[in-house]
Antibody
């Protein structure tokens, strides 16, 4: 059974950093692109980052480019999101998702982890 | 950025209804559109990929159509378990989601 379990969320002050993790199981992690998608409270979905199978290529929207870094450790079947210079508008539930295609077909999602950016 | 505009933002429906919701892209995205279902308190689930392909296990009452800039998700014979927010996603460019269509009971 495919499972994605996020961790590392919490309350953080504006301007500080936080690192999210996603532990994957039930599939060959190294064969899939992986992504982070977020959802602000009572709002819609926003794609945050995607990483290639080897980790050599990463993709970001302008809203997080230069502040967020996606990475992976295929030996540990783990995905990460390093978030720096956090802003209040980064407050959201962050989902880890498996991508069948490079930038789409998110077929499995984790349960999500909440990040609150507030002083 | 490719903007995906969903309409309507909400719909009040009855069990057994035929439901149609729309998604319009600000530029041509081909058939590179997915549809996701998100029930309250749950993670999103993939329903339709490539504009018209039903994902594994999705009931055949869900149908996706469209290409270019205009896309539609239809639920024939609406069931209570289909109450949710539905999102479209284009991935022809950097992915962008629509704002969602919320289905509620009359």
């Amino acid at each position: 059974e495919v499972q994605l379990v996020e961790s590392g969320g919490g309350l953080v002050q504006p301007g500080r950093s936080l690192k999210l993790s996603c532990a994957a199981s039930g599939f060959t992690f190294s064969n899939y692109y992986m992504a982070w998608v977020r959802q602000a409270p009572k709002k819609g979905l926003e794609w945050v980052a995607t990483i290639s199978t080897s980790g050599s290529r990463t993709y970001y929207p302008d809203s997080v480019k230069g502040r967020f870094t996606i990475s992976r450790d295929n030996a540990k079947s783990s995905l990460y999101l390093q978030m720096n210079s956090l802003k209040s508008e980064d407050t959201a539930t962050y989902y880890c998702a498996r991508a069948i295609l490079k930038l789409g077909h998110f077929d499995y999602w984790g349960q999500g982890v909440m990040v609150t950016v507030s002083s | 950025n490719t903007v995906m505009t969903q309409s309507p933002t909400s719909m009040f429906i009855s069990v057994g209804d035929r439901v149609t919701m729309n998604c319009k892209a600000s530029q041509n995205v081909g058939t590179n559109v997915d549809w996701y279902q998100q029930k309250t308190g749950q993670s999103p689930k993939l329903l339709i990929y490539g504009a018209s392909n039903r994902y594994t296990g999705v009931p055949d009452r869900f149908t996706g159509s469209g290409s270019g800039t205009d896309f539609t998700l239809t639920i024939s014979n609406m069931q209570a378990e289909d109450l949710a927010v539905y999102y479209c996603l284009q991935y022809n460019y950097n992915p962008t989601f629509g704002g969602g269509t919320k289905l509620e009971l009359k």
